[in-house]
């Protein structure tokens, strides 16, 4: 009988992602716990961890992984007209799991990444993965469901896993890490996307939701308020301070219940 496969290679997969507010580069939360995951994982089984980011070293938010965790960050050089699944892959082909986050934050946001990793890799995918611990020569992943359902799947090593935002993970900022941790470029083998002149690139805009009172008036009611004139209510409010005025905004949109703070 041969002795169960080894694991002695870990890669994660980061990204740079954005802030939803202002908007600014920072890392990736999806990515950061598949960060924590993955140092978890090379602790308890004495694996070797390498973490790999496709893009430009000189992007400010890589340093954050440094201070999640990584003792080092590879960055190969990838362009965006490049194919980035397959310049990881070059680097990650010895590896024997792969982690990363279920779609990027701000960058092509298309969650494809994985399912290209693992096709190029020729190796399996399990997606949406909270918990991942390796058992011999496979790799157990309890998937999120919806509904808070949670199911349980294996698969054989080596394998891509993609890790769900809700993650059982919970990433800690330490600014001493930062300071002595690296980013080192490596070599990278340039792979074109023949796709990429198809696509057109840019900023997801989500369209302004206008708030509208629910109308409770009867449908008689509001036929005759087609036909004749009449006042709606409110108030009109033109004196007072601003926090006055925020206070009757507020309140309105209580009453109907438009907002739930």
């Not at 995951?37 to 000189?58: C, I, K």
């Not at 004196?239 to 009453?255: F, P």
């Amino acid at each position: 009988m041969s002795a169960p496969r080894q694991v002695k290679r870990i890669a994660v997969l980061v990204s740079i992602g954005r802030h939803p507010v202002s908007g600014a580069p920072r890392y990736s939360r999806n990515d950061a716990a598949a960060l924590e995951l993955g140092r978890g994982l090379a602790d308890r089984h004495g694996a070797e961890l390498t973490v790999l980011h496709a893009g430009d070293a000189a992007d400010p938010a890589l340093a954050d992984y440094l201070a999640l965790g990584a003792s080092e960050v590879q960055v190969l050089a990838c362009g965006a007209g490049e194919d980035a699944a397959r310049v990881l892959a070059a680097h990650a082909k010895h590896c024997d799991l792969v982690l990363t986050g279920t779609r990027a934050e701000g960058a092509y946001d298309t969650g494809m990444l994985p399912y290209r990793l693992a096709a190029v890799l020729g190796r399996p995918l399990v997606g949406a993965a909270v918990d991942v611990a390796i058992e011999g020569s496979r790799v157990a992943v309890r998937q999120f469901l919806p509904k808070g359902l949670r199911r349980r799947v294996d698969s054989a090593l080596p394998a891509v896993v993609a890790v769900h935002p809700l993650a059982n993970a919970q990433p800690r900022y330490a600014y001493a890490r930062l300071r002595g941790g690296a980013i080192r470029t490596v070599p990278a083998t340039r792979c074109d996307d023949n796709d990429a002149p198809a696509w057109v690139l840019g900023a997801a805009e989500r369209k302004p939701v206008r708030l509208a009172a629910a109308e409770k008036r009867s449908g008689h009611a509001r036929m005759l308020s087609a036909t004749t004139t009449e006042s709606r209510g409110g108030n009109v409010v033109n004196g007072g301070t601003s926090v006055e005025k925020a206070q009757i905004i507020l309140a309105y949109l209580r009453e109907h219940q438009l907002i739930d703070y």
